[in-house]
């Protein structure tokens, strides 16, 4: 198998697990990426940029629908096999629960998978982003569960048939695919009535659920929840959960994974000690460390309006004196539809930075007139006269926040794209912790 894309996070997890079933594997990336370390520890040394010549002779050719039609190792494959079938065909090898949604589904997928690896029952997982417990995107163990995080971007989590799936939230996004909340309800709608037993937060209208979870509400329900700078506590199913990861959000995220994991055989009092340990998700509200002037940094991979708010209310609970949310769109599309309501969400800081569109697959061309720009002002009209900077690159972000932060202060930084790089560079990296240790 020769992977087009192969340091993505959804590419390389599948490359790992094909690697760990016998396949030859190959592949390439315009760039660098995180997610290529595990691949080189497996042997599978990615080529960087994307040449005919990369392509192994009579290999099959994976592709993603980030890859465009011209690729010229596209080109070169005799034949080719989408990412969706192959995720589906590797979900048949194992009893599997895929934990969708368009909110919340990488941290609820890697609860799951943390505490199924706590409970010693060695799953296999593949999800969108790095399980701070391992390290990595995926694994192939030799329990019985296999964990998938099930992406609706492209609709190729219709062609999952699961033992347990999860739904943490459905709400319009990815407008290229999805023309109205309507038509996204139905795809949601279609991927429940392909499984055994669904298990879906309260807050969606979806038919066919077999349990709900909320706060307060649903079948398996949080009580007595109190947020606080350390993370948060909460009892559900009689049993006391606390959690190091803050945000009223990630208590539902924790909701769903203890549900999920009860199909699985871990009782909850069993999955909330394992909560307990749970170090979060790479680049969901991951602390990067401490500028030179004393100003905590965090880094979360938001790229809607609700995660935006969602996330600027969990830096709240850290009690800074001051929160500056720096960030980066992500497509000229989500940007054209949603520059009003990301504006409304950063509002909830206390000075904001725009970047411009961070543009992945899609082309400035095709998308006239539309730049960070707009969101920027939609934030200016929306925060009251709160400092609101227009740095259109990580350069000038970089310049205006070394001249701003200082002690007290938290910085968030969110998107989809490369903003990570700029946590990176504002600050010294945090410690490594060892597997399972608590976030902070």
Known sequence: ??????????????????????????????????????????????????????????????????????????????????????????????????????????TTACMCAH???????????????????????????????????????????????????????????????????????????????????????????LRGASITYGIGAGGVAAEDVRLGPGGSRFTALGVEVELSVPGEHNVLNALAAIAACREAGVEPAEAAAALASFPGAGRRFERRGTTAAGAVVYDDYAH?????????????????????????????????????????????????????????RERAEDHQGVSGWLVATAAADASGGRPVYWTPTIDDAERLLSSILHEGDVLLTLGAGDIDRLAARLVEPVPAEPAGGAAR
């Not at 062609?159 to 999805?178: F, I, M, Q, R």
């Open 115 to 205: 505490v199924l690896i706590e409970a010693g029952t060695a799953p296999s997982y593949l999800i969108g982003g790095e399980l701070r417990t391992t390290s990595r995107n995926a694994d192939w163990g030799d329990g019985e569960w296999l964990v998938i995080e099930a992406d609706e971007s492209d609709r190729s989590f219709l062609k999952l048939s699961p033992e347990v799936a999860v739904v943490t939230s459905v709400e319009l996004d990815h407008h290229a695919t999805y023309r109205s909340t309507r038509e996204i309800e139905s795809a949601f709608e279609q991927f429940v009535g392909g499984a055994g037993f669904t298990i879906a937060w309260e807050g969606v209208e």
């Open 1 to 106: 198998l020769h992977f087009v894309g192969i340091g993505g996070a959804g590419m390389s997890g599948l490359a790992l697990v094909a690697r760990s079933l016998g396949a030859e594997v190959s592949g390439s990336d315009r760039a660098e990426s995180s997610y290529m370390q595990p691949l080189r520890a497996e042997g599978i040394e990615p080529a960087i940029g994307h040449d005919a010549r990369n392509v192994p002779d009579g290999a099959e050719v994976v592709v993603s629908t980030a890859i465009a039609p011209d690729n010229p190792e596209l080109a070169r494959a005799e034949r080719t096999l989408h990412r969706g079938d192959l995720l589906a065909e590797v979900s048949l090898l194992r009893r599997c629960a895929a934990i969708a949604g368009t909110h919340g589904k990488t």
């Open 304 to 360: 809607h309006p609700t995660e935006v708010r969602a996330s600027i209310e969990a830096a709240r609970t850290l009690d800074p004196e001051r929160l500056i949310a720096c960030f980066q769109p992500h497509l000229f599309s989500r940007t054209a539809r949603l520059a009003r309501e990301f504006g409304a969400a950063l509002a909830l800081a206390d000075a904001i930075c725009v970047l411009d569109v961070y543009p992945a």
